[in-house]
């Protein structure tokens, strides 16, 4: 937490890469306030064109209209976009994915290892 304003979680907790793929962890609460750190990590790993791209959000506690839009722009970057995939969200990140209708547009997967076994 040091360095971050307020005390904040870096919102990017990590880039690994995998069997052909790309995770992106992110943590913490992600808004408007940290949405461009986000938006830049997750477009540095869509201009790669992995064969897939898994978001992991088992550690983000809250996500808000701003990065969801990021999330958004990112799949639409990919050139096949069901291999943008999202990975273990939490109850408050579920429930964001439910309200806004994106749960139905991308794909949601209980863990980063599902995602990976996931067809595509």
Known sequence: MEGNPGG????????????????????GELDLYNAQDVRQALLACTDEQPERLVVDLAGVEFIDSTVLGVLIEARSRMNERQAFLLAAPGTETSRALSLSGLDRHFGVHPSVDDAFAAEL
């Open 8 to 27: 904040r979680v870096d919102p990017v907790a990590g880039v690994d890469r995998r069997d052909g793929g790309v995770v992106v962890r992110l943590a």
